[in-house]
């Protein structure tokens, strides 16, 4: 009794202990994000504070935590630069609707159909993206009004601080976990310049981060169609977007924990994350992989974690925002480098000659077009061209054993799956011109998968027809003699020995 209360208490302290330290990390990130999208940084901040609240009391995938983030953003910008930010409040209300109907409809185990492939180009990609992001920290505004990067001692204070996080993050677990090594950085270099008095740039010089509890707000948009037709194609995108990074950072999260979390429910908190958001005036989001890093490899496994990051987010913004302006971006910097070393995949590097050139080729295609456009493209992208090359793959191994019988006649034993991308090859393992009389092929060990298909076998029938040869077609399903026109008369079906499959045509849809 007395053991499992030490037990729950010991998680429960790993739990908010970590959520502190998400915390920190989400301020900068959710400033930067609502720059990007065009808004004030306190949309940016709510964003975060609810979809890290309600995921983590609904939907959420117990360690992983929600946010504003930069795959979304980039998609905001132009509506708030064309309509202004009280659209982009009614957009996520319809994101939030679209997204919970999805998970309603319990499409969120279609997620486990990304191949592996696709799965280490997103998280090489996300790892180059927050790596990336992290390069505006060494910049500065000079007098010209344009960034540059830093120089001299405030280029190297700046590397020194963010050198000495990540080496504290590195050796503290080696030494204790009784608090978490990002935390612990965090404190550390937060004391050293405000001690040292060190010129650095901290929070404090991004943005203003104090503010109020967040208010109920109706959006303020005309009622009418042509507000659903403004909306509508942004709302479609950011569900799409949103749903893609959430549930592809669950599967890493699961690889983690070694468990399995529920794709559905993820989609619905996702959806009713967004819909608050909405209504309250946050910029919205969906998880993030980064800040999720951050909290599992920091002992946050629970959905406690998630909700005490949030709740610690709305503290600093209720009360904390002078305490919090004086932390500097250095030690930021160095928990994101962390998190960016723990999210790429090394191994990567060592499967090259280990794998297909095929994966290495979708790995690589992934993780570029995740650096250059955004998530959802990046994954589209990987899991058509993944389909691609297992067509491919597929399309070669069909082939025939031919059998001359002793009436004359020959058979051809079909092997193989026949669908579009087999029907070429299929075509030429067949001579109508020197083939005898009478020409049975053998479906027992093949299958017709499509309509492409069907209109290979037509095709060849009347390549025989031609040569005045007869072609029979055995061991057909029903469902293919049914489609069949050129080829119909010339099927033997028999029904105790044919096989019994939906052939994917429009036909039968």
């Excluded at 990130?29 to 309600?54: D, H, R």
């Excluded at 995740?370 to 082939?399: C, E, N, P």
Aim: hydrophobic content about 50%; some cysteine.
């Amino acid at each position: 009794m007395y053991q499992l209360y030490y037990d729950h208490a010991a998680r429960s302290k790993d739990d908010i202990l970590s959520g502190l330290t998400v915390a920190f990390a989400l301020v900068p990130e959710a400033v930067a994000f609502a720059f990007v999208a065009g808004v004030n940084p306190l949309v940016g901040l709510y964003g975060a504070f609810l979809m890290g609240i309600v995921t983590s009391l609904v939907g959420g995938r117990p360690g992983m935590i929600s946010g504003a983030t930069g795959s979304m953003a980039v998609v905001m910008v132009a509506l708030v630069s064309l309509h202004g930010v009280e659209y982009l409040f009614a957009t996520m209300v319809l994101t939030g609707l679209l997204q919970i109907a999805f998970g309603g409809a319990k499409f969120g185990k279609y997620i486990r159909m990304v191949p592996y492939p696709v799965m280490i180009g997103f998280v090489n990609g996300l790892a180059i993206v927050i790596f990336l992001a992290q390069m505006e920290q060494f910049k500065s505004i000079g007098s010209d009004g344009i960034m540059h990067w830093l120089s001299g001692s405030a280029m190297f204070i700046m590397l020194a601080l963010v050198g000495l996080t990540m080496a504290i993050m590195y050796f503290l677990p080696k030494i204790t976990r009784a608090l978490p090594a990002g935390l612990a950085a965090i404190i550390t270099i937060s004391l050293i310049v405000i001690f040292g008095g060190l010129e650095t740039k901290s929070v404090g010089d991004i943005a203003d981060i104090s503010g109020g509890f967040p208010l109920f707000h109706m959006p303020s948009v005309p009622f009418t169609l042509e507000t659903v037709w403004i909306i509508l194609p942004f709302a479609f995108i950011l569900a799409g977007v949103g749903l893609i990074e959430s549930l592809l950072t669950m599967t890493v999260v699961d690889e983690m924990t070694a468990s399995r979390g529920q794709g559905n429910r993820v989609s619905i908190g996702q959806g009713l994350g967004n819909t608050i958001n909405g209504f309250f005036g946050g910029m919205g989001g969906c998880a993030m992989i980064g800040q999720t890093m951050i909290n599992v490899s920091s002992g946050g496994l629970r959905n406690l974690s998630g909700i005490a990051a949030a709740l610690f987010l709305l503290f600093f913004i209720m009360f904390g925002s002078d305490l919090i302006a004086l932390v500097p971006v250095a030690a930021l910097v160095g928990l994101m480098f962390m998190v960016v070393i723990g999210t790429f995949e090394w191994g990567t590097f060592n499967l090259l000659n280990k794998v297909p050139k095929e994966d290495t080729f979708v790995v690589i295609l992934v993780a570029t077009v995740t650096v250059f456009t955004d998530l959802a493209t990046a994954v589209i992208i990987g899991v058509i061209a993944s389909a691609l090359v297992f067509s491919w793959k597929q399309a070669r191994h069909i082939y025939t054993i031919r059998e001359d019988q002793a009436d004359g006649s020959r058979i051809y034993r079909l092997h193989g799956p026949l669908f579009f991308a087999s029907t070429h090859r299929f075509s030429t393992l067949f001579d109508p011109s020197n083939d005898p009389d009478t020409v049975f092929i053998d479906f027992a060990m093949s299958r017709v998968a499509d309509h492409s298909a069907i209109d290979a076998l037509d095709h060849l029938a009347e390549r025989y027809k031609k040569e005045g040869k007869k072609l029979h077609l055995t061991h057909l399903s029903p469902e293919c003699h049914s489609l069949l026109t050129t080829a119909a008369d010339l099927v033997e079906i028999n029904m105790s020995e044919d096989p019994n499959y939906h052939v994917a045509d429009n036909k039968l849809a």
